[in-house]
């Protein structure tokens, strides 16, 4: 049942927030404005690590549920909504033994939602554990297959794209195996092959988000962390023809940590990025990402901080909406925002 908090709206209204960053990007740099943040969910102790999909004409908003940041009794909450305002709950995803985390949603070719998400067999509150990578799939969004594991706990596969017929991912070390990421691919999002055993393994990278353009050109937007006197700059990959072969760019100091990284490309060709950042405290941000000069430049701080992050994207009828979760108010929550672009 729909709750009386879910359908009031948290409106921050703000008069026009246009931040250009000409000096980086020149004259091809988008002015945004934030139009509205409304907070959508905010019932468990912990609500966390969000991905947002727009399938079968409604939203899609999918994040963990726990007790804590790290907890044993980790399990997903999807929500859904026609028009991003108000939301019902649709489903909640356990397995027993694991704690979920990291919900990413994707579409099949054969159009079912799909949801992948860490699992990790933790038994107590704020445990170590490996974790791996779980699978569901809907018809629906409401009625789910039960959550079966794709990848051993050890390495996680964080998130995938679907291309051209193929599920396409990248692994790195969840406490075992090689200290390098691993470009995987699959053919029904169960049964993955490694196609780059050893994609990248300078620093300590981690979370990764792909994306393909029209050109099938691929895209790695790489988060890495600090590990001794490593590197931990975000980076960018690009590969063409059968993934195999990637080149790599360091986006920059500025973008140490970039946590929960996500990309989108707009209809009209530019792309846009969002995750963690850290300069003035930790916040979620949206930046405008190069991939020609393969620069990336912030754009707008979303009202967040602390504990916060892992951003969802949908472009939908000329506006950006952007999923996260902050505890900037107290509690961690989860938010939506829409943003206006303009160049």
């Given at each position: 049942?729909?709750?009386?908090?879910?359908?009031?709206?948290?409106?921050?209204?703000?008069?026009?927030?246009?931040?250009?960053?000409?000096?980086?990007?020149?004259?091809?740099?988008?002015?945004?404005?934030?139009?509205?943040?409304?907070?959508?969910?905010?019932?468990?102790?912990?609500?966390?690590?969000?991905?947002?999909?727009?399938?079968?004409?409604?939203?899609?908003?999918?994040?963990?549920?726990?007790?804590?940041?790290?907890?044993?009794?980790?399990?997903?909450?999807?929500?859904?909504?026609?028009?991003a305002d108000a939301w019902t709950a649709a489903a909640l995803i356990e397995l027993a033994g694991f704690d979920l985390r990291d919900a990413h949603l994707s579409v099949t070719p054969d159009n079912r939602l799909t949801l992948l998400g860490g699992a990790a067999p933790r038994e107590k509150d704020g445990q170590s554990a490996p974790t791996g990578s779980f699978v569901a799939f809907s018809a629906d969004g409401v009625e789910w297959s039960k959550p079966q594991i794709v990848v051993p706990p050890g390495r996680w596969l964080w998130?995938?794209?679907?291309?051209?017929?193929?599920?396409?991912?990248?692994?790195?070390?969840?406490?075992?195996?090689?200290?390098?990421?691993?470009?995987?691919?699959?053919?029904?999002?169960?049964?993955?092959?490694?196609?780059?055993?050893?994609?990248?393994?300078?620093?300590?990278?981690?979370?990764?988000?792909?994306?393909?353009?029209?050109?099938?050109?691929?895209?790695?937007?790489?988060?890495?962390?600090?590990?001794?006197?490593?590197?931990?700059?975000?980076?960018?990959?690009?590969?063409?023809?059968?993934?195999?072969?990637?080149?790599?760019?360091?986006?920059?100091?500025?973008?140490?940590?970039?946590?929960?990284?996500?990309?989108?490309?707009?209809?009209?060709?530019?792309?846009?990025?969002?995750?963690?950042?850290?300069?003035?405290?930790?916040?979620?941000?949206?930046?405008?990402?190069?991939?020609?000069?393969?620069?990336?430049?912030?754009?707008?701080?979303?009202?967040?901080?602390?504990?916060?992050?892992?951003?969802?994207?949908?472009?939908?009828?000329?506006?950006?909406?952007?999923?996260?979760?902050?505890?900037?108010?107290?509690?961690?929550?989860?938010?939506?925002?829409?943003?206006?672009?303009?160049?």
């Amino acid at each position: 049942m729909e709750s009386t908090m879910m359908r009031r709206h948290h409106w921050l209204c703000l008069t026009l927030v246009a931040l250009s960053a000409t000096t980086a990007l020149g004259a091809g740099t988008l002015d945004v404005e934030l139009v509205s943040v409304q907070k959508i969910w905010d019932q468990a102790p912990h609500n966390a690590f969000t991905d947002l999909v727009r399938w079968q004409d409604r939203f899609y908003c999918a994040f963990r549920e726990g007790r804590a940041h790290v907890s044993a009794d980790g399990r997903i909450r999807v929500l859904r909504s026609q028009d991003a305002d108000a939301w019902t709950a649709a489903a909640l995803i356990e397995l027993a033994g694991f704690d979920l985390r990291d919900a990413h949603l994707s579409v099949t070719p054969d159009n079912r939602l799909t949801l992948l998400g860490g699992a990790a067999p933790r038994e107590k509150d704020g445990q170590s554990a490996p974790t791996g990578s779980f699978v569901a799939f809907s018809a629906d969004g409401v009625e789910w297959s039960k959550p079966q594991i794709v990848v051993p706990p050890g390495r996680w596969l964080w998130s995938v794209t679907w291309h051209k017929g193929r599920a396409y991912g990248v692994s790195y070390p969840a406490s075992q195996g090689s200290p390098f990421i691993e470009l995987l691919t699959s053919n029904d999002g169960v049964v993955y092959q490694s196609l780059v055993p050893k994609l990248y393994g300078a620093g300590f990278p981690n979370e990764v988000a792909l994306r393909f353009d029209a050109d099938d050109v691929g895209y790695a937007l790489v988060r890495r962390d600090s590990q001794g006197e490593s590197p931990s700059s975000a980076i960018l990959g690009v590969s063409r023809g059968d993934y195999t072969k990637w080149d790599w760019y360091d986006l920059g100091a500025e973008f140490n940590g970039f946590g929960g990284p996500n990309l989108i490309q707009l209809p009209n060709g530019p792309w846009l990025a969002a995750g963690r950042m850290h300069q003035g405290g930790a916040h979620t941000a949206l930046c405008q990402l190069d991939m020609t000069e393969h620069k990336m430049t912030k754009l707008l701080k979303l009202p967040s901080g602390g504990d916060t992050s892992y951003p969802g994207l949908v472009w939908h009828d000329g506006l950006l909406y952007l999923s996260y979760y902050s505890s900037h108010e107290g509690k961690t929550s989860i938010f939506l925002a829409r943003i206006k672009t303009a160049m």
